[in-house]
Structures are given as C-alpha cells and as structure tokens.
C-alpha cells in the first residue's frame, strides 16, 4: 500500500523562521493531503494538492508535488509559537488514505 | 456544519477484557467512515473503513471488529483486548467518493493494563 514517509522526523526552529518538511510515496496517487496534530488530539487537514498540480498555497502554507520523484514538500513561512505540532503528509488512492509518521515541529517563541 | 464525536476521551482496561468505542457523525449523509490507530510517536494505521450501513472493510488482520449500524454511527469492539491494543484511536469521515480530506475526531486513549 502507499506509504508517506516524511523526512526530517523532528524540527525545532526560532519564531519567524521558514519550516520546511518532506515526504516521499512509493506508488501512483490520486491526491496527497498535509495534516497537523496537537498533542493528543485529532488531525486537522490543511492541504490537499491533487496528482495533476505541481504547487498549492494556502495562508502561510506552501506545498509542492513531484509526481515524477514522488515526492512532496510542505513550508510553513515566518512560523508561529502556534505552529508546533506534528505534520503528516498521506497519500490517498482507492479511497484511503495511507499517512507518514510524521514531523513534530517546535517553534520557540 | 459537520461534526464528529467520539467517546470515550480516555479508558483504561485490563487484559481480557471487552472494548467498544463510539464514533457519531453529524451533519453529513452516506459519510465515508474510518477507524485508525496511532501507537505514541508513530503515524495513522488504518484498521477498517466503511462506505456505507454493514459495509466494513478490514485493513489489518487482528482481534478488532468494527460495525457500522446506522449510517452515522461506527463502533470499534474487541473480545478481548491485548497489551499490544494500547493507543490513540481516531475515528474519521470525509465525503463519498473518495478524492477528498478526512475530518476527524478527537480521539480516545485506550491503555490496555
């Protein structure tokens, strides 16, 4: 099955800087999709970006998608103390979605 | 608007014992439902999704059912549950059809003694 693999696992940067995270799949996909969780709570989505897009922008958020690569990027701009969490990329075909383990980012204030 | 409820937020449980957890859906017709468990650190494993009433989908082999009685009602159960059964359990929908997000719920932590 799809596996989203995110790279690197943990992040810690200063308030104000950019968070950059990768994921890589191994098989064709439909659509890949960004969530974020705060700690012991549920996913909240944040992006999907289908397989025919290269780049989608959502507020401070920027994802990439190289099909021919199978790879995806997500970039958190001029980060917030609120931005720590983890993020999880997944990759969705036959209407499932198969999720990375994730990076836990920390933003220090 | 859509919600989704899941209950219990916490259990802990003896080895052996039963195990049913609840997962409603407000807001929505004909959801798409989803069962996944995170062991601490790691990422969503998918255990059973269904498209519809008594439709269920198992991902992987184990000793957890899931059931889907109404179309916004899914339950997880098991027998007797394992050490190894400890974990946050989230329960999730999105739209039919597939190609879309997956909203979820706020989960339950299971702690099997």
């Known amino acids: 099955s799809q596996q989203g693999e995110e790279d690197p696992q943990a992040l810690s940067i200063q308030e104000g800087e950019n968070a950059t995270m990768n994921c890589s799949y191994k098989t064709s996909i439909n659509n890949l999709q960004w969530y974020r969780q705060n700690s012991g709570r549920g996913l909240v989505h944040l992006i999907l970006i289908r397989s025919n897009e290269r780049e989608k922008h959502s507020g401070r958020l920027r994802v990439t998608l190289d099909t021919s690569k199978k790879s995806s990027s997500l970039l958190i701009t001029a980060s917030r103390a609120a931005d720590t969490a983890s993020y999880f990329c997944a990759t969705e075909g036959n209407n499932r979605l198969a999720f990375g383990k994730g990076n836990q980012v920390v933003v220090i204030p | 608007s859509q919600t989704i409820h899941q209950w219990p937020a916490t259990l802990v449980q003896p080895v052996g014992s039963p195990l049913s957890l609840e997962c409603t859906v407000e807001g929505t017709s004909n959801p798409n439902l989803y069962w996944y468990r995170q062991a601490a650190g790691r990422g969503l494993q998918l255990l059973f999704y269904?498209?519809?009433?008594?439709?269920i989908s198992s991902e992987v082999p184990q000793n957890l059912s899931a059931s889907r009685p109404q179309d916004r009602q899914f339950i997880l159960s098991s027998k007797k549950l394992l050490l190894s059964d400890s974990g946050f359990y989230l329960c999730?929908?999105?739209?039919?059809?597939?190609?879309?997000?997956?909203?979820f719920g706020p989960g339950t932590r299971l702690t099997v003694l």
């Open positions: 999730a929908w999105s739209t039919s059809g597939g190609y879309n997000e997956q909203f």
């Open positions: 269904s498209v519809g009433i008594g439709q």
